[in-house]
């Protein structure tokens, strides 16, 4: 039973990846090539942007910055420990190995920018699903 449940969950976790990948690069308007290379190297600076002058965002556009990229990486950290049995040093190290390379793809492609801070909120939603993962485990 725990295989099947285990084959399943890597079939979920397989489709939202690829819904992952479609929006780092497809979907919110990426459907052009930016002209220029986009980044931020410097920890923090976006972050702060929006929330020193929240009152200049649309807020839809805050949701999608900030909340967005930490509750979209949630089902990664339940998934990914389950399905890979990582330990906690393990999946952090894979997932922010993987995520970088992604941000920088994001670059390359021209598809999007390689921002430092999308890479500590996409963290911070994955170690909270991690988190998620071993109260629900403990709990079974």
């Given at each position: 039973?725990?295989?099947?449940?285990?084959?399943?969950?890597?079939i979920l976790m397989?489709?939202?990846?690829?819904?992952?990948?479609?929006?780092?690069?497809?979907?919110?308007?990426?459907?052009?090539?930016?002209?220029?290379?986009?980044?931020?190297?410097?920890?923090?600076?976006?972050?702060?942007?929006?929330?020193?002058?929240?009152?200049?965002?649309?807020?839809?556009?805050?949701?999608?910055?900030?909340?967005?990229?930490?509750?979209?990486?949630?089902?990664?950290?339940?998934?990914?420990?389950?399905?890979?049995?990582?330990?906690?040093?393990?999946?952090?190290?894979?997932?922010?190995?993987s995520i970088t390379?992604?941000?920088?793809?994001?670059?390359?492609?021209?598809?999007?920018?390689?921002?430092?801070?999308?890479?500590?909120?996409?963290?911070?939603?994955?170690?909270?699903?991690?988190?998620?993962?071993?109260?629900?485990?403990?709990?079974?």
């Open positions: 039973m725990k295989t099947l449940l285990r084959g399943i969950t890597a397989m489709f939202y990846l690829f819904v992952l990948v479609y929006w780092m690069f497809v979907g919110f308007d990426r459907t052009e090539i930016n002209s220029s290379f986009s980044y931020n190297l410097t920890p923090f600076s976006t972050i702060k942007q929006y929330f020193y002058y929240y009152d200049h965002f649309d807020p839809k556009i805050w949701i999608i910055n900030i909340l967005g990229n930490i509750v979209v990486f949630i089902p990664f950290g339940i998934f990914g420990p389950y399905v890979l049995r990582f330990n906690v040093i393990k999946f952090i190290f894979s997932f922010i190995l390379c992604l941000e920088f793809l994001q670059l390359l492609l021209k598809r999007g920018s390689f921002d430092v801070d999308d890479i500590i909120l996409n963290t911070t939603g994955a170690v909270i699903g991690f988190i998620i993962y071993k109260i629900v485990k403990r709990s079974f």
